[in-house]
């Protein structure tokens, strides 16, 4: 089965320089008054890698920390999402998790967002830039922040080790979509662990088998069952993993929808999904949010924020 193949909008530089961009972010900020532009035009048009070469560049060309600049000359939104993407992919995960747990109350929605969605290195990454950021595990902040059948999930997606071989053993995908059934749409009560230890170890191939020999088997679709048989974060936290296993840019243009659709937005949350799916397939995210919302993504940015936090979203997410 062929993996879906994705692209982001954020590319590395043809032309780089790490040195001149240095150079540049210096002059934008260096004495009365702050070059917004000059900023945006660097910062938006390096992928992750050239920008943490520049933090470097810069600390030891200037003596001062490019984030901590950043931090005193820039404000409000703008700062959030420049400061964002100053940070390694890793690093910035685990923020955003920390601030999701910390203080009164969970954000379950970005534990949902990122820890369904990531991959196993990707999720080896977090934890270790968790500990070293926070001297925490952030396994035991899940433990900790949540309960029940959700808990369990996060904490199997916690260790990274799902099976990402691309082949798919059909027997097994059938074999396992009886025991979903059996485990849910059956009988009465639901078995959540049956789903737990499914859709949390399988590799995204052999999920969509399965949950594709689900649907004859039920004669309704996964995502239909998981609605009917459960409730609150784990239906949420299942749901992400199957909607990804289907269509990941789905998954993340309907959060990017939620984030600014009704009165006021998620800022939050766009900056977030901005951010974080620059460089992997925000380009399909973009297709996609356009088929299913009738208006493209840089429109509906530029309707619900403003400035040059609009200005620095707009030139990460790219032309209509």
């Excluded at 984030?67 to 005193?72: G, P, Q, R, T, V």
């Excluded at 959030?80 to 685990?94: G, S």
């Excluded at 934890?127 to 949540?146: C, G, I, P, Q």
């Excluded at 737990?196 to 399988?202: E, G, L, Q």
């Amino acid at each position: 089965m062929a993996q879906a193949q994705y692209h982001g909008t954020v590319q590395p530089a043809a032309q780089f320089n790490s040195e001149a961009d240095a150079a540049a972010l210096r002059k934008a900020m260096k004495g009365l008054g702050t070059d917004e532009a000059a900023i945006i035009n660097v910062i938006a048009h390096r992928n992750n890698a050239q920008r943490q070469e520049i933090k470097l560049k810069y600390k030891l060309l200037h003596g001062s920390d490019l984030i901590e600049d950043l931090h005193s000359d820039l404000g409000g939104h703008f700062r959030t999402a420049a400061l964002a993407l100053m940070e390694t992919k890793a690093v910035y995960d685990a923020h955003c998790l920390r601030n999701a747990m910390k203080g009164l109350g969970t954000d379950e929605s970005v534990l949902i967002e990122t820890l369904a969605t990531r991959t196993n290195q990707e999720i080896k990454d977090i934890v270790a830039a968790y500990n070293t950021a926070f001297k925490r595990n952030l396994e035991k902040d899940v433990v900790s922040e949540t309960s029940g059948n959700f808990k369990k999930f996060l904490v199997s997606l916690c260790q990274g080790a799902r099976d990402e071989s691309p082949a798919v053993d059909q027997e097994k995908a059938k074999r396992e979509a009886q025991e979903l059934y059996e485990a849910g749409e059956k009988h009465w009560g639901t078995d959540e662990s049956k789903f737990n230890f499914i859709i949390a170890s399988r590799s995204i191939p052999q999920l969509k088998a399965t949950f594709n020999e689900y649907a004859k088997i039920a004669k309704r679709d996964i995502l239909s069952s998981i609605d009917r048989e459960m409730s609150g974060d784990v239906k949420r936290a299942f749901n992400a993993v199957v909607q990804c296993a289907y269509n990941r840019p789905v998954y993340f243009a309907e959060r990017l929808h939620h984030s600014m659709k009704g009165a006021g937005t998620d800022d939050d949350a766009l900056i977030r999904l901005v951010v974080s799916r620059s460089e992997i397939d925000l380009a399909e995210i973009k297709q996609v949010f356009l088929a299913s919302y009738g208006k493209t993504l840089t429109s509906w940015i530029e309707a619900d924020v403003s400035g040059d936090y609009r200005k620095l979203l707009v030139a990460i997410v790219g032309p209509n």
